[in-house]
Structures are given as structure tokens and as C-alpha cells.
């Protein structure tokens, strides 16, 4: 196989594209590279398609077991949705996000829903920056956000955590949808 540059492309694009000037398919071409460098680099898959669909090219991990393959789609959904947030650079709200099943919602709340004025304790919490990382995890039924004083990255991760600062933000229906809840 022989190593190709970019610069062995111009050719191509410009019989292609006439109306372009070789500055601007230069530009386009290094941007598309670059584009593409970064998100291999931050673990993101790449899958590229002409417009009629007349090839595909996918860069990135395939499996026949579908266990594999969920928890794989799930780490690369994290990773995206990571890579948007940085992108959109927000300041940090103050808040985690994390979900319940219905066994410990049931547990850590007997008969209360919405905002509560006790304290509570969980025994582990993993709780994520990216409200929509939280919903990636199927088997949780309620979602809340937590307040907590330090920006601990993407994933926050404590046993016994306490705290009165606690919201019922949504919660997953039957058919697998979010339902976001009014305050």
C-alpha cells in the first residue's frame, strides 16, 4: 500500500470541483483531516457516507456479542456526548446528575417524590456532569441532580454521600422515554 499526503488529492478535488480555487480545497481537505484526527484521537468512532450511499466507511470497533457491543455503544456515547460539552465550553452549573432503579428509589424513598427536605445517604453514587450521560444507563427509572461544591470531573463517584440538595428532575416511562419533570 502506498502513503498518500493530502497535497496528492488537490488534483482530484479540483477536476471535481472546478469553481473552487486550490486556497479554498486546500483548506477544506486540512480541515476535514484535522477534524478527523481529533476525534480518533479522543476515542470518538468515525463513520463516513456519500450522499446517495454508495459506500460506507466506519472507523472504530464491531461485535458479534451483543453484550460487548452495548457496553461499547454506551462508552462511545459517553465520549460524544463528553466531546459536546466541551465544545460548547458551559460553565459548571454545580450539579451532578445520576439515576435510580425502581428498587432504590423505592429504598432511599419511601413515599416522597420531588424536592425533599430530609437528609439522605447513598451508599454509592455515580453521578455525571452531563445530565445525558445519566440517561445512557437503562435499568434507571428516576433521575435526579445533586449539588455538589467541587467540579470533580466528568464522573463524580463517593460512598455514603450525603445530602439534602437533592431534585427529581425526570423519569424514564414505560416505552423507554425521558420525561422531564416541572418544578
Not at 35 to 50: C, P, Q, T, Y
Not at 95 to 116: A, I, P, T, V
Request: charged share 35%; aromatic share 18%; glycine share 4%.
Amino acid at each position: 500500500m502506498q502513503l498518500r499526503h493530502i497535497e496528492d488529492y488537490y488534483d482530484k478535488v479540483k477536476e471535481r470541483y472546478p469553481d473552487l480555487e486550490m486556497w479554498e480545497i486546500e483548506k477544506i481537505l486540512k480541515h476535514g483531516m484535522q477534524s478527523f484526527f481529533m476525534l480518533n484521537k479522543n476515542g470518538a468512532d468515525v463513520i463516513i457516507k456519500s450522499p446517495h450511499n454508495s459506500f460506507v466507511m466506519y472507523f472504530g470497533k464491531l461485535f458479534n456479542n451483543k453484550e460487548k457491543s452495548s457496553k461499547y455503544q454506551r462508552i462511545k456515547w459517553s465520549i460524544k456526548l463528553r466531546l459536546k460539552y466541551r465544545l460548547k465550553n458551559p460553565t459548571w452549573d454545580g450539579y451532578y446528575y445520576f439515576g435510580l432503579s425502581e428498587e432504590d428509589y423505592k429504598k432511599y424513598f419511601s413515599k416522597k417524590s420531588g424536592r425533599l427536605k430530609k437528609k439522605i445517604t447513598f451508599e454509592n453514587i455515580c453521578a455525571f456532569k452531563v445530565k445525558e450521560e445519566a440517561f445512557l444507563y437503562y435499568n434507571s427509572i428516576y433521575f435526579f441532580r445533586i449539588k455538589v461544591d467541587t467540579d470533580t470531573g466528568f464522573v463524580f463517584k463517593q460512598d455514603n454521600f450525603s445530602t439534602r440538595n437533592i431534585d427529581l428532575i425526570a423519569k424514564r416511562d414505560s416505552s423507554g422515554k425521558i420525561q422531564y419533570i416541572d418544578e
